[in-house]
């Protein structure tokens, strides 16, 4: 049994939903399908959830109008007409429902992190239930489920963490029986709900989560990640624009990249395919005939030549500088730090120290304004902006000494703030600002992916 969980632009039109088809079409009846919301949408309704917590019922109310005509009018790819009534009353209930849920936010002037949750869950409760009518109407036996009885997460609102065994459990119950009938279960990405039935999101770009959570526990045979692009690339595309497809990965090569800024994969998505060593694949649904990207626990072939298998970045990012107020790092020092960190529910990316300083980096800015002033309560704290981080990895780095000085060569002009590599490592990693990022990226992967250095 596979999984096929599409991306957002994957779903974003009929003519896109009609490509869906034919791929599930040649994978069915075996076959789980997870989708996104359309393309843009949640974008959208997180822009309902702002505009109707500041009391703007108009705005609120003029995008979930746009929205709503967007579903219908891409709803007509359910050619068969009793499948196209109920997904269009389907439909109807959901923005009536939203309507109402902002009416009382712009009453209350507050929204909260629940109530964004549960106006963004509606891009995909909505995309699924197209996708499972657009299905069924081509022939293909597919089921919608509600992928808030099968995700249980806790209640951290807007990145909530799933229960993998209470997952496990409910996803079973729920999609075994109708893949003994031989029929498709369709869900959307991206939701789940809490034990006591609250609707949570697992965090932007989520939805891959929710494909490999879904695959782990239906021990399914392959989960197959369908996007934009041609597979997990050397390079983010956006920024090296001849970046090439990497064919193999290891499943810590995957990680690494996911979690240093490749968006073609939520860095979530590689732990339940690893706790179950289920193959990962990702695929172009525009050329479904493309190779892509194939994601094991051992890697299918030899590393590339320049150690360098492809490089990870991603802006946005914070360095925080932080100065114990005694002369040296007193023992104690940093756990006191990272408590901070820990209570503010922040990861740290990247970290260096010094004789009495220590810098970290940070993606999520959501708490900084609590950790700073956490901090400075026993040490000095400055904050740098606009910071970016790249990222070279490669299952042969940490056996190649000569690797990290390469890189750091290839970027001789560059200004750098902060670089680790550890010993066991799979990566190499550099803060410098976000004005140099450009020019830092490409340098390195002209010099490790294009010319394919010689490091080993
Ligand atoms: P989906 O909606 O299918 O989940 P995403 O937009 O989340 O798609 O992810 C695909 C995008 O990730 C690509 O269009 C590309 O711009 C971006 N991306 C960034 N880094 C990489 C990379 N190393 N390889 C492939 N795509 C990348
Ligand atoms: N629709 C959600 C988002 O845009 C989840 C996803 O697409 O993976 O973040
Ligand atoms: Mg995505």
Redesign the pocket.
């Given at each position: 049994m596979i999984v096929l969980k599409f991306?957002?632009t994957s779903v974003k039109d009929q003519e896109a939903i009609e490509r869906l088809g034919e791929i599930v079409r040649a994978a069915a009846p075996n076959a789980v399908v997870v989708v996104?919301?359309l393309a843009g949408?949640?974008?959208r309704l997180l822009a309902v959830a702002n505009a109707a917590g500041a009391g703007n019922a108009d705005d609120a109310l003029v995008i979930l109008e746009e929205l709503r005509e967007r579903h219908y009018a891409v709803a007509d790819v359910v050619k068969n007409p009793i499948l196209n009534r109920h997904v269009v009353e389907a439909i109807a209930l959901e923005y009536d429902a939203l309507v109402e849920t902002v009416n009382a936010l712009v009453t209350l002037r507050e929204t909260s992190p629940r109530w964004t949750d549960a106006i963004?869950a509606a891009?995909?409760l909505i995309s699924s239930r197209i996708v499972a009518a657009a299905l069924s109407s081509r022939g293909i036996d597919a089921e919608w489920v509600d992928a808030r009885s099968a995700v249980v997460t806790d209640n951290d609102f807007t990145c909530a963490t799933p229960d993998m065994a209470a997952t496990a459990e409910a996803t079973r119950a729920l999609c075994e029986p109708l893949l003994a009938a031989g029929r498709v279960p369709v869900l959307g990405?991206?939701v789940g709900a809490t034990p006591d039935g609250m609707t949570t999101?697992?965090?932007?770009?989520?939805?891959?989560f929710?494909g490999a959570l879904i695959g782990a526990s239906l021990g399914a045979d392959e989960i197959q990640i369908w996007t934009d692009v041609d597979g997990m690339l050397t390079a983010d595309p956006r920024i090296i624009p001849d970046a090439q497809v990497v064919p193999y990965l290891s499943f810590a090569e995957a990680s690494e990249l996911a979690h240093f800024g490749a968006k073609v994969l939520?860095p979530a998505t590689i732990l339940p395919a690893v706790a179950k060593n289920i193959p990962v694949r990702i695929l172009n649904s525009k050329k479904p005939s493309a190779i892509g990207t194939l994601i094991t626990g051992e890697r299918s072939t030899g590393a590339p030549a320049s150690g360098v298998t492809a490089i990870a970045s991603k802006s946005g990012i914070t360095v925080l500088n932080i100065t114990s107020t005694r002369m040296v790092m007193a023992h104690g020092f940093l756990r006191r730090l990272f408590e901070v960190f820990e209570i503010n529910k922040t990861a740290v990316d990247v970290v260096t120290t010094s004789e009495a300083s220590v810098s970290v980096t940070v993606d999520d800015r959501r708490r900084l304004p609590m950790i700073i002033d956490a901090l400075s309560e026993f040490a000095e704290v400055s904050s740098e902006d606009d910071m970016a981080i790249v990222c070279a990895v490669g299952d042969a780095l940490p056996s190649n000494a000569a690797a990290a000085g390469e890189i750091l060569g290839a970027l001789n002009d560059v200004p750098l703030r902060m670089v680790s590599q550890a010993a066991s490592r799979r990566n190499v990693t550099i803060v410098l600002r976000s004005e140099d990022l450009h020019r830092a990226l490409a340098r390195l992967h002209e010099r490790f992916v294009t010319a394919g250095s010689t490091v080993l």
């Open positions: 991306g957002g996104s919301a949408v949640t974008d963004a891009g995909e990405g991206f999101t697992l965090g932007r770009g989520g939805s891959d929710s939520h």
